[in-house]
């Protein structure tokens, strides 16, 4: 996963076309995200820790899917009113995006070929066995505000499962061990 992810591409939430190559040199947090999920007030996280490190060159990247209950079903004007308005996002926002099944977004495929093992999710992933609601494979994204770490040479650096909150301090030493790497 290197330059490769770069040139993978991509639409920011207004429509635009884009590639994550724009962020060469910076350490990414790549979050898919859903409005309607218990796990939506991760937004307040994210927006401050986005605040507290972009200076350092962080940018968190917000990639909305409808995949997990359907909990991502707004437009995406919808989904942008939603995060300013209810969590004041100032990150970068894409387009929805499936990252499960056949259909899975390129970006996906490629970070998940790179880190097919997320830290964390134990809990969260007997709770959703436990109402049949499991991933298809071990290396699927298990539900949404899963979070890829991407160093600042473009390499996976970690992937963390959807309970991982964005203040956990595993996630937090992993970033600051990235934005201090140099690219």
Known sequence: MTSSLYSIPVARIDGRAATLGEYRGKVLLVVNVASKCGLTP???ALQRLYVEKRGRGLEILGFPANDFGRQEPGTESEIAAF??????????????????????????????????QHE????????????????ASASDVLWNFEKFVVGRDGAAVARFAPDVTPDDPRLVAVLDDALAALG
């Open 83 to 116: 995060c300013s308005i209810n969590y004041g996002v100032e990150f970068p926002m894409f387009k929805k995006i499936t990252v499960v099944g056949p259909d899975r977004h390129p970006l996906y495929d490629a970070m998940i070929a790179a880190r097919p």
């Open 42 to 44: 991760q937004y307040e």
């Open 120 to 135: 964390g999710g134990g809990k969260l992933r007997e709770q959703l066995s436990g109402h049949g609601l499991g991933p």
